[in-house]
């Protein structure tokens, strides 16, 4: 099992094997990216699955991105899972080492979902390269709280819950 260590060199474990790590990532991110695509043909009617990859790719490459074409595509598909990644690790870290959780895996996921678009929203998205955009009015910050609660938050509250109920010593 993944290792972290705290500054008294005491073992912190992520609390799951990597084979459950990597495919719970690729699987949150996958069914974050359908939720973006969906959204995005509703209110456009196109395909939006290069627009949205590319925008994906601007938080790094800046607007070259927009007409990087299939490289840009194919950062932006790297930098996506990356963070889908990320988030599936720390949020199984944070589940598997706090005594601050619901015991109910829905709950968990709501605050996973919320959490996810706290620190995007606030955090990763102003730190990054992707232009300026306006204040989120509250129908899209409801819509995209939506989309991160069932395809990032409730999935890894879930898979962790039943890891956890075959593993109750970890």
Not at 159 to 168: D, G, L, V
Request: aromatic content about 12%; charged content about 10%; proline content about 7%.
């Amino acid at each position: 099992m993944p290792k972290l260590f705290n500054q008294y060199g005491i073992p912190i474990t992520i609390g799951v094997p990597i084979k459950l790590l990597v495919p719970s990532g690729l699987l949150v991110g996958t069914l974050d990216l359908i939720g973006a695509i969906i959204h995005r043909a509703l209110v456009t009617h196109k395909n939006p699955v290069s627009s949205i990859l590319t925008y994906i790719a601007s938080g790094l490459f800046g607007s070259e991105a927009r007409t990087g074409g299939s490289t840009m595509i194919a950062a932006g598909i790297i930098i996506h899972y990356s963070i889908a990644m990320t988030f599936t690790i720390f949020f199984f870290w944070i589940l598997s080492n706090t005594p601050f959780r619901f015991n109910n895996w829905v709950l968990n996921g709501i605050g996973i979902g919320g959490m996810i678009w706290l620190v995007m929203n606030y955090m990763v998205l102003p730190l990054s390269n992707i232009p300026k955009l306006p204040d989120p009015d509250i129908k899209s910050i409801m819509v995209s709280n939506f989309i991160l609660i069932t395809s990032i938050g409730c999935p890894i509250a879930y898979i962790y819950s039943r890891w956890e109920s075959k593993h109750p010593t970890a």
